[in-house]
């Protein structure tokens, strides 16, 4: 069992004038579930490869159980990566290219049958096995690279990107199995990702990116329900969080399209925080967003006329695009016992008022985070 530590970490490359990462600080505990999310070209991969070795470190320490690791070359850190580009073995069979790493490590031939045949099982592999990496599709490639990491027991498993080559349904089913196989073997596993669903389905902890900065580092439910700016706000979730821009006085919020009443808790806060009589971005997830008899009672006071301008049928739900002025899109998620809403319809939307999010204006901090965060530390 390990610990690992990045503290400091930036990374230059010699061709380039920018840092693509830029202080990355995190403690890692024994056994956890890891993954590090954010747009392209954030960093991802890059720091994933200086954990790995692969890398040089510009400035900051790496430390796997209390020792700096920096200049322990990449083979002797006992790490099992998935890279970004499956790099299989083209010459040698399926079940040569999972078992190589147990090959190398002088394990028992038997053994390692035994252990491939396990998880090409897990992984739905058993009728490739001695097949060649070209006579594979992507997807199935990219589970071998897979396999090839899961068969081992290293300290840290690393993977970049894994489940990007598969279809919707096997990475369902594969997101699964990685996750009980990391529950069993109890490792720390460093995951890549840019989908903002595996990161919520998956991690223990997220470590959200942007432009080679953390932005911010929690459960998927701090992230989703305490984001510390509007970049974690919309980045997590899905539509993505509307964000409109107004100004908050005695009690409410007004922007261009509507005036809302905020809620007593909400009032307090901003008040508190000095924002009475300036401008705030309002944060209002699909979910906050609703319309009907119900709620129209419920929030009387939180109430506005618009157009739907577009949706998006999802089956138990609809997403629905409005005309909120300056945006052009504010989307909704109508459920059951909502009613319908034809494209050009004028509608009652109403907004719930205690699931708000409030962001500065210029800084785009989240107003909220620092009171949020001391009931998440309770
Ligand atoms: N070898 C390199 N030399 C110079 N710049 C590089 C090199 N590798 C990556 N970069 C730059 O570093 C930044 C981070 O790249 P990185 O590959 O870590 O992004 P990423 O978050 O993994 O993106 P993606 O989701 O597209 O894989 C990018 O701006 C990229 O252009
Ligand atoms: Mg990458």
Redesign the pocket.
């Known amino acids: 069992m390990s610990k690992i530590s990045l503290r400091n970490i930036n990374k230059k ?1 010699p ?2 004038d920018t840092y ?1 990462v830029s202080n990355f600080n995190i403690d890692i505990e024994e056994g956890e579930f890891i993954v590090l999310v ?1 747009p ?7 720091t994933l490869r200086m954990i790995a070795g692969l890398e040089d470190i510009t400035e900051g320490e790496f430390i796997i159980d209390g020792k700096v690791v920096n200049s322990v070359s990449s083979k002797d850190r006992d790490i099992a990566m998935v890279f ?1 580009s499956y790099a299989l073995y083209p010459h040698m069979s399926v079940r040569d290219n999972i078992g190589y790493g147990l090959k190398l490590r002088n394990y028992p031939a038997s053994e390692i049958k035994d252990h491939v045949d396990n998880i090409s099982k897990d992984l739905f592999l058993t009728e490739y096995l001695e097949r060649k990496p070209k006579e594979l599709s992507g997807g199935q490639r990219q589970r071998v690279a897979l396999g090839r990491a899961m068969v081992r027991t290293p300290k840290l498993y690393l993977m970049d990107e894994p489940l990007s080559n598969l279809d919707a349904k096997l990475r369902t089913t594969t997101r699964t199995e990685i996750s009980r196989m990391h529950r069993d073997k109890g490792a720390i596993t460093i995951y ?1 990702t ?1 989908d903002q669903v595996e990161a919520m389905t998956m991690a223990d902890r997220i470590v959200l990116m942007s432009m080679g900065e953390v932005q911010q580092i929690g459960t998927p439910k701090e992230l989703f329900t305490n984001p510390k700016n509007s970049f974690v706000a919309t980045f997590m979730g899905m539509p993505s969080m509307n964000i409109i821009e107004g100004v908050y006085e005695g009690g409410q919020f007004t922007c261009h399209s509507f005036t809302i009443t905020l809620s007593e808790e909400d009032q307090r806060i901003l008040n508190n925080a000095g924002y009475n009589g300036k401008s705030v971005c309002l944060g209002a997830r699909s979910s906050a967003i609703r319309s009907g008899k119900k709620y129209e009672e419920a929030f009387p006071d939180c109430c506005f006329e618009t157009t739907a301008l577009n949706s998006e049928y999802l089956g138990d739900s609809v997403n629905v695009f409005f005309d909120a002025a300056p945006m052009n899109m504010f989307a909704g998620t109508l459920g059951t016992g909502e009613p319908d809403v034809e494209i050009d319809e004028k509608i009652t939307l109403v907004i719930d008022n205690t699931k708000l999010h409030f962001f500065d204006s210029d800084t785009q901090e989240s107003i909220k985070y620092p009171i949020k965060v001391a009931e998440f530390q309770k």
């Open positions: 490359y061709n380039s693509s954010g392209s070209g954030c960093g991802k991969s890059t970004q890549v840019h």
